[in-house]
C-alpha cells in the first residue's frame, strides 16, 4: 500500500476517484450523442438541440456535479446545505428554460413521455 505523502488530501481521495472517473464518462457520452446527431439523414434545427440534446447533457453534467459535492470532507452541515440548495435553485430555472425552448421548436412535437423525462422529472429532482 502506497502511504499517501501529504495527510491534508487524504480525505479528498473520493472526490478526485469520483471526478475523474466520472467526468470522463461524460466526455464520451458527449461524443456520442454528437456523433448520433451528426449522422442524421434530416438535420436538426439548433432550437430542437438546444431543447432536447443539451438538457441531457447537462443533466449528467449536474449529476456529477452533485456527486462530487457530495463527496468533498464538508467541515460544517451548512455549507453543504448551501451547496446543494443553489445547485436546485440554478437547476430549476434552468429545466424552466428547457420547457420554454421545448414548446418554441418547431423540429419535433414532443409527446407525454417526452414532457415526463425531459420536463417533469428534471424539475421534480431539482426542486427536491
Known sequence: MIQNPN?????????????????????????????L?????????????????TPTVVQLASALVLSALMSIPWEAVWAVTAALSLCGALGTVYCLGVIRRARRQTYYMPERVDWIWYALLPLAAYLV
Open 7 to 35: 495527510p491534508w488530501l487524504a480525505p479528498w481521495q473520493n472526490f478526485y476517484l469520483i471526478l475523474a472517473s466520472s467526468a470522463s464518462a461524460l466526455i464520451g457520452i458527449q461524443f456520442v450523442v454528437i456523433t
Open 37 to 53: 446527431i451528426a449522422n442524421r439523414r434530416r438535420p436538426a434545427s439548433a432550437e430542437s438541440i438546444s431543447a432536447f440534446a
